[in-house]
């Protein structure tokens, strides 16, 4: 898998507009029982845009979403992900404006280091790992206002995060 193209200072500019507007930063499960993993996506109704997204990163891909209903248009989605999703928000960060950027440092600095490349885990691997995922979803639009979102342990968020935090110290 190669790494994405250096992006001009305009390019990068564009793209983290684009992100900030139409796009997530997020970490997802492709299956069941696996390990989370970056992913940057946009989704949009214009596919000549993400064509020309996909063009100038170099990477990722192209899907169509299901159209709910007959009058919905056609909507597709660009993804990158894993190494590939580190690689752009390293290039796109300081042009980030919204809450995606707290995400962006936060994939940056800690991800790396808490989910290793060949997903075991030891107690204290797992603790840390959940530790920055309650962090990391903790980071979003309506931060303080998701009461009543679940944690990744069935809690409601501040215990789940006291919890992997407890977890983390050793502490029950």
Known sequence: MSLIRELSEAEAAYVAGIIDGEGTITLTRTHRGEG??????????????????????GAGRITSKVT???????????????????????????????????RCRLLLDEHLTVAPRNGRYTPAQRAAKELFEARFFALSVRAGTNRGRRSLTGDDDDRGIRAAFQASAGRP
């Open 36 to 57: 989370r993993r970056p992913v940057v996506s946009i989704s949009s109704t214009e596919l000549p845009l993400l064509r020309y997204i996909r063009s100038i990163i």
């Open 68 to 102: 709910a209903r007959r009058h919905h248009s056609p909507s597709f989605a660009y993804v990158v992900s894993s190494r590939q999703a580190l690689a752009l928000l390293a290039q796109i960060s300081m042009y980030l404006r919204t809450y995606k950027l707290q």
